[in-house]
């Protein structure tokens, strides 16, 4: 009896703690010929203000595309977080730490890119808001 409550109690314990946040897709590596073709595209689209090149580029890369997401997230992440702090006042100190870390997420973004891996950003890499 006691390993019949113990199970239940595994699994409650399971995701349910994230349901109202997107789940990030897992790291894919595309070795194939998508990722080859449109490395380049892909890392300048990791650059934040660049996101919109695979867009204008007129090839739609699944590849290319989630690299542009990705950027298009990031962007809008540094934008908010840089406009909000200062309102806050307390915690107006913390926007260096805001563009080093984004310096340090474009760096991996581009490194994971040339690499032909998939990987979303933490926290806010599941939204997606490119087709």
């Known amino acids: ?58 090839n739609k890369s699944p590849f290319a595309m989630f690299h542009a997401n990705q950027g298009l ?12 702090l200062p309102f806050t006042f307390v915690l107006a100190f913390l926007i260096p730490f805001v563009h080093l870390a984004s310096l340090i997420f474009m760096i991996l973004g581009m490194i994971q890119a040339s690499k032909g891996e998939m990987k979303p950003l933490p926290v806010i890499g599941g939204y997606k808001l490119l087709n």
């Open 1 to 58: 009896m006691e390993q019949n409550t113990q199970g239940q109690g595994n699994m409650n314990m399971g995701g349910d703690m994230n349901q109202g946040a997107p789940t990030p897709e897992p790291m894919m590596n595309q070795s194939g010929g998508d990722a080859s073709q449109n490395k380049g595209i892909a890392i300048a689209a990791r650059i934040p203000i660049l996101f919109w090149i695979p867009l204008v580029s007129g």
């Open 73 to 84: 997230l990031h962007l809008i992440a540094v934008f908010a977080l840089t406009f909000v």
